[in-house]
C-alpha cells in the first residue's frame, strides 16, 4: 500500500529552527508538497520538490532525496504564526496526491 | 490571486437529510476534487473531475455522489446522511495534473445530528 509518515506533533521555540521529516512509500513518484494549514482554515501551498536536493524560499525550505523516499520541511526564525499544521503530500504515478496525517507545530515564547 | 469559494462554511444537518456542499473556483481550472479531513487522519480523496460532466471515484466515495455542469462549479451531494459524515470538507482545484499545485477553498463544517 501507499503510506506517508510524518511525526504527529512538534514543539518549538520562538526564534529557533525547526526539521519536519516526511516519510513515503508510493507507486511512482511525481513530486513532493509541502503545504501549511492553520486550525480552521484550508490548506496553503509552501513547496513542491520533483529533483533531489534543497528548495530554499525565505524562512522555509524543502529537502529532498528520491532513493530514500525522504523530505523535510525546514523552518528557520520561527515566528508565533507559524504554529499550524504542516502536511507532506507526494503525487504517485497516476497523478493522484497521497496525504500524510500531518505534523502540528506548536511553537513556545 | 486563485479563490475556491465553498458555499457554506458550518453546516448542521440531521441523519437521512439530502447535503449539498457547492464550489466555485474563478481560475478556469480543469481539476476539481473534494476531500474529507478527519483528526490524525490525512486528506481523503472522495471524487475528482477533470473535465465538465466528468467525474471518478476517488478513496472513499461511498455515500457521496458529484455534479459538475459548468467548469468553476463542482458539487458534493451526501444522498442521505449519516453521522459519520461529520466531517471537514475540502474543495480544491488546479490546472493541469502533472505536479501542478492545488488550491484548496476555506472548509465547510459538516454536523450530522
Known amino acids: 500500500g501507499q503510506n506517508i509518515d510524518q511525526p504527529t506533533e512538534m514543539t518549538a521555540t520562538e526564534g529557533a529552527i525547526v526539521q519536519i521529516n516526511c516519510t513515503y512509500q508510493?507507486?511512482?513518484?511525481?513530486?513532493l508538497f509541502w503545504y501549511q494549514q492553520h486550525a480552521g482554515e484550508a490548506p496553503t501551498f509552501l513547496s513542491y520538490?520533483?529533483l533531489d536536493g534543497l528548495e530554499e524560499k525565505g524562512r522555509f525550505s524543502s529537502f529532498l532525496s528520491r532513493s530514500k523516499g525522504y523530505s523535510y520541511l525546514l523552518l528557520k526564525e520561527l515566528q508565533m504564526k507559524d504554529s499550524a499544521s504542516y502536511l507532506c503530500a507526494v503525487m504517485d504515478s497516476n497523478y493522484q496526491l497521497i496525504w500524510g496525517a500531518g505534523t502540528k507545530l506548536i511553537i513556545k515564547p | 490571486d486563485v479563490k475556491v469559494t465553498q458555499s457554506s462554511r458550518y453546516l448542521v444537518k440531521r441523519t437521512g437529510e439530502k447535503v449539498f456542499l457547492e464550489c466555485v473556483q474563478d481560475?478556469?481550472?480543469?481539476?476539481m476534487f473534494w476531500y474529507r479531513q478527519d483528526p490524525g487522519l490525512g486528506l481523503r480523496l472522495i471524487y475528482f473531475?477533470?473535465?465538465?460532466?466528468?467525474?471518478e471515484k476517488g478513496d472513499i466515495p461511498e455515500g457521496y455522489s458529484v455534479s459538475r455542469e459548468k467548469k468553476e462549479r463542482f458539487s458534493l451531494i451526501l444522498e442521505s446522511a449519516s453521522t459519520n459524515q461529520t466531517s471537514m470538507y475540502l474543495c480544491?482545484?488546479?490546472?493541469?495534473?502533472?505536479?501542478?499545485?492545488?488550491?484548496f477553498g476555506e472548509g465547510s463544517w459538516l454536523t450530522v445530528v
Open positions: 520538490n520533483v
Open positions: 508510493t507507486s511512482g513518484f511525481n513530486g
Open positions: 481560475m478556469d481550472h480543469e481539476n
Open positions: 480544491a482545484s488546479s490546472f493541469s495534473v502533472e505536479g501542478n499545485t492545488i488550491y
Open positions: 473531475s477533470y473535465d465538465v460532466k466528468m467525474k
